[in-house]
């Protein structure tokens, strides 16, 4: 199973969480910000879906970089410029094609991290007291409720986390649980109620946690680093305390999360092996323990979600899936030209700026309009929402993989899309 990216083979830029002083930050990123490319080729921009939407050049990665020159300089303070950096959904796209990747990474041993760096200027606006009023509020709730609020007048609780299970007979605890997150758990209940029946459809024995969190994931991405990492020490206390020595995980955020944020947190104490649906289902189609036979009359493509394709490298398994499934018709867009497409729906964007995350949508979903399909398939439950609002001006269907899946075995999913 994938659970490292490869972009973190080679030796990288501090990843600095934006303690500290501004001086001691700017000498930390300076090299990183001195080594972007501002050729203007448009590498970087281009596949930027802010940018694509905006045009707005102050949100670009080049600009993410220069304003670290510009601080070191004496010209900006972080004041002046931590909104800008709101405007990032976290994709990763443009590390992909910076061409301190495609020309000199490999020679230099040099990879461009802006993902980091705006999650570093984030925490250095935090702990400024600089606050964005969305995330601020969003993340005094998330601390006072454990959980994500989540989008509109869903009530989220400890209570309630595992309500989407009901009538499933799934234990808590064991060996191997299933982590849901917040957006699956409380509002897209059909997602996780599909991953779970398919999992007990192949004999996959797995449990719940004893007192499930959120994962602490968006709260560092929104820069409130410390309560983030009180929320993966209470995670994995409960890990430890059950028994648990491996995690499922259907969310590709929280995938980001445990395999890139946890580690960090905690070194080498961290020993739970972290595993993705998608490609555990991928290997039980390959191994024949679960056998699609129930025709499924749509015409579809698929959508990355950029923390699988992007920035983790998981773009095989979805397909196969996708092509083991009678009745499809799969229109499929190579996964490159995907590095282009984003649904908004990710780095707290849709909290702060909904109507720039719903133009990023609208644009998404365009693009599969354009190959005449019905419907618009995914692997993430936070790009699901505003994409199933922009599909809905254009009639195409938005359906999550492992629900597409299940309805191929014949399994009565229930729950809520969230809609």
């Given at each position: 199973m994938t659970d490292t990216p490869a972009r973190h083979e080679t030796d990288d830029p501090p990843r600095s969480d934006g303690h500290g002083s501004t001086e001691e930050f700017v000498e930390q990123w300076s090299n990183a910000a001195y080594n972007c490319f501002s050729s203007g080729h448009k590498f970087c921009r281009e596949v930027c879906p802010v940018m694509q939407?905006?045009?707005?050049e102050s949100w670009t990665p080049t600009a993410f970089h220069a304003n670290v020159v510009a601080m070191e300089q004496g010209e900006l303070e972080i004041a002046d410029i931590a909104e800008d950096y709101v405007n990032c959904t976290g994709c990763g796209a443009c590390e992909l094609r910076c061409p301190n990747t495609l020309f000199t990474g490999d020679f230099y041993r040099f990879r461009t991290r802006t993902v980091d760096l705006v999650k570093a200027v984030r925490a250095l606006a935090v702990d400024n007291d600089v606050h964005q009023q969305g995330w601020q509020r969003w993340n005094l709730l998330t601390d006072e409720r454990t959980h994500e609020p989540v989008l509109g007048d869903t009530p989220v609780s400890q209570e309630h986390v595992r309500d989407w299970s009901d009538g499933l007979n799934i234990?808590?605890?064991?060996?191997?649980?299933?982590?849901?997150?917040?957006?699956?758990?409380?509002?897209?209940?059909?997602?996780?109620?599909?991953?779970?029946?398919?999992?007990?459809?192949?004999?996959?024995?797995?449990?719940?946690?004893?007192?499930?969190?959120?994962?602490?994931?968006p709260a560092a991405e929104m820069g409130?680093?410390?309560?983030?990492?009180?929320?993966?020490?209470?995670?994995l206390e409960d890990w430890r305390a059950g028994g648990v020595k491996r995690v499922l995980v259907l969310d590709p955020h929280d995938y980001i999360t445990f395999t890139e944020d946890y580690p960090k947190y905690?070194?080498?104490?961290?020993?739970?092996?972290?595993v993705l649906v998608v490609e555990v289902l991928a290997e039980?189609?390959?191994?024949?323990?679960l056998k699609p036979a129930v025709p499924v009359e749509r015409t579809v493509t698929y959508h990355d979600p950029c923390r699988l394709n992007k920035r983790k490298g998981v773009w095989k398994e979805p397909r196969q899936i996708l092509s083991a499934i009678p009745g499809l018709v799969f229109h499929d867009v190579d996964r490159v030209t995907q590095w282009?497409?984003?649904?908004?729906?990710?780095?707290?964007?849709?909290?702060?700026?909904?109507?720039?995350?719903?133009?990023?949508?609208?644009?998404?979903?365009d693009k599969a309009a354009e190959l005449g399909v019905d419907t618009l398939v995914s692997a993430c439950p936070w790009s699901e929402r505003p994409l199933s609002e922009a599909g809905d001006a254009r009639q195409i269907d938005v359906t999550d993989i492992h629900e597409l899946l299940a309805e191929s075995l014949g399994i009565e999913v229930g729950g809520s899309r969230g809609r």
């Amino acid at each position: 199973m994938t659970d490292t990216p490869a972009r973190h083979e080679t030796d990288d830029p501090p990843r600095s969480d934006g303690h500290g002083s501004t001086e001691e930050f700017v000498e930390q990123w300076s090299n990183a910000a001195y080594n972007c490319f501002s050729s203007g080729h448009k590498f970087c921009r281009e596949v930027c879906p802010v940018m694509q939407v905006t045009r707005n050049e102050s949100w670009t990665p080049t600009a993410f970089h220069a304003n670290v020159v510009a601080m070191e300089q004496g010209e900006l303070e972080i004041a002046d410029i931590a909104e800008d950096y709101v405007n990032c959904t976290g994709c990763g796209a443009c590390e992909l094609r910076c061409p301190n990747t495609l020309f000199t990474g490999d020679f230099y041993r040099f990879r461009t991290r802006t993902v980091d760096l705006v999650k570093a200027v984030r925490a250095l606006a935090v702990d400024n007291d600089v606050h964005q009023q969305g995330w601020q509020r969003w993340n005094l709730l998330t601390d006072e409720r454990t959980h994500e609020p989540v989008l509109g007048d869903t009530p989220v609780s400890q209570e309630h986390v595992r309500d989407w299970s009901d009538g499933l007979n799934i234990p808590v605890g064991g060996e191997t649980i299933l982590f849901v997150d917040c957006e699956a758990a409380f509002y897209r209940t059909s997602v996780p109620r599909a991953v779970a029946q398919l999992l007990q459809h192949a004999g996959y024995e797995f449990g719940l946690m004893n007192e499930q969190w959120c994962c602490g994931g968006p709260a560092a991405e929104m820069g409130y680093v410390e309560q983030s990492k009180r929320f993966a020490r209470h995670n994995l206390e409960d890990w430890r305390a059950g028994g648990v020595k491996r995690v499922l995980v259907l969310d590709p955020h929280d995938y980001i999360t445990f395999t890139e944020d946890y580690p960090k947190y905690f070194g080498d104490d961290y020993d739970i092996e972290i595993v993705l649906v998608v490609e555990v289902l991928a290997e039980m189609i390959r191994d024949g323990r679960l056998k699609p036979a129930v025709p499924v009359e749509r015409t579809v493509t698929y959508h990355d979600p950029c923390r699988l394709n992007k920035r983790k490298g998981v773009w095989k398994e979805p397909r196969q899936i996708l092509s083991a499934i009678p009745g499809l018709v799969f229109h499929d867009v190579d996964r490159v030209t995907q590095w282009s497409y984003c649904s908004g729906g990710g780095g707290g964007l849709p909290i702060e700026k909904p109507e720039l995350t719903a133009r990023i949508s609208e644009s998404r979903v365009d693009k599969a309009a354009e190959l005449g399909v019905d419907t618009l398939v995914s692997a993430c439950p936070w790009s699901e929402r505003p994409l199933s609002e922009a599909g809905d001006a254009r009639q195409i269907d938005v359906t999550d993989i492992h629900e597409l899946l299940a309805e191929s075995l014949g399994i009565e999913v229930g729950g809520s899309r969230g809609r």
